[in-house]
């Protein structure tokens, strides 16, 4: 598992990123229409590939503000799908933040699908920042967001595992132990697939009682810190000074 600090700098510029789509999201390129196109495709090659890049995510939506008639309602519903297990960092809402109220598309032929996914989209990234991890799996697995599984997820190489990838940074920040069968509910998985997962990720499980060891971390190990000061007097002569003129 990434430190937070590894996590934060391939976030701003990551490793799989290419010098020209680096020239794009940093330079005056960022707000040209006619290179849309090349950003698109990197998100799909993103969708593809399991790689990820916010910021040049960011960059087509910005390009949907300035130029309305380059909306394409699919890639910012795939946009939305890469940010949701972006967490804990608040990408998703950065997205929602660029994304303009639109009216319905007069066109029955070729309706917007944004506006009834949205919703869904949305509930199921509060589920995963509220850390409901088994909420989330049900929802997602329901009638409700079939539509969103079958027409875009499934295209979403990797889209569980991210999801999964959430959830242990989380169970890893707050558990020193934690029974098996709550770890499987949190991940949607059980028997050996959950067994083979455990054995991936370096824990431990008891076979007696079924609890799984977290490795020791700085964020799950309680330890009480002791600060101490050393103030001089003569650092403290204008507070002194001070307190006798008013007194």
Known sequence: MQSMPTIASNWVTPPTRTPLIEKLVTG???????????????????????????????????LYQFNADMYNPD????????????????????????????????????????????????ALYNLLQQCRFAAFWVLYHSDQVESLRDNYTVECVGFEDSVRDVVIRAVT????????????????????????????????????????????????????????????LSQLTKVIAHAAQTA
């Open 28 to 62: 005056v390129d960022r707000y040209n229409p006619n290179n849309v196109g090349i950003l698109e495709d990197y998100l799909y090659h993103q969708i593809r590939s399991e790689e990820y890049d916010c910021l040049a995510n960011l960059a087509i939506l910005k």
């Open 75 to 122: 890639v910012v519903i795939n946009i939305l799908i890469k940010a949701l297990t972006s967490a804990p960092f608040p990408d998703f809402n950065l997205c929602l933040s660029l994304l303009d109220e639109r009216t319905a598309n007069p066109n029955p032929d070729e309706p917007d699908p944004l506006p009834s996914l949205l919703p869904t989209l949305t």
């Open 173 to 232: 920040a707050a558990f020193t132990r934690i029974g098996s069968e709550r770890l499987g509910t949190y991940l949607d998985l059980s028997g050996d697939k959950l067994d083979a997962y455990i054995t991936k990720l370096g824990w431990v499980k008891d076979s007696t009682t079924g609890v799984v060891t977290v490795p020791p971390n700085p964020d799950n190990q309680i330890e009480s810190t002791v600060v101490q000061e050393n103030i001089q």
